[in-house]
């Protein structure tokens, strides 16, 4: 399915799309939205370098690639631990 087929069977269906180009770049604030968490723990994940940023006089920028990678890198090891977490249930036949 196109991109194009894609956006307009989502706006289709009610849903909400928004096109971002990756090379945007994002405030910390949207950046905390578009994962879900507080501005605090985003800023945490910038300073320890788990998310790459730059400093525009002392404002923080994200660019939208690095904000997916990040995020795909942090779904995949959540799903690691959840597979381990059921194996183990099954080992212990719970």
Do not use: C, W
């Not at 968490?37 to 370098?49: F, H, M, N, Q």
Request: charged share 25%; no cysteine; glycine share 6%.
């Amino acid at each position: 399915m196109s991109l194009l087929a894609f956006i307009l069977a989502q706006a289709a269906e009610g849903r909400g799309v928004t096109v971002i180009p990756s090379h945007a770049e994002l405030t910390t604030q949207q950046a905390a939205d578009m994962l879900n968490v507080s501005r605090p723990y985003l800023i945490k994940l910038l300073e320890t370098g788990e998310i790459p940023f730059r400093l525009i006089g002392k404002h923080r920028r994200i660019t939208y690639e690095d904000l997916q990678n990040y995020k795909r890198r942090d779904d995949a090891k959540r799903r690691a631990a959840a597979d381990e977490l059921a194996q183990l249930g099954q080992e212990l036949g719970i």
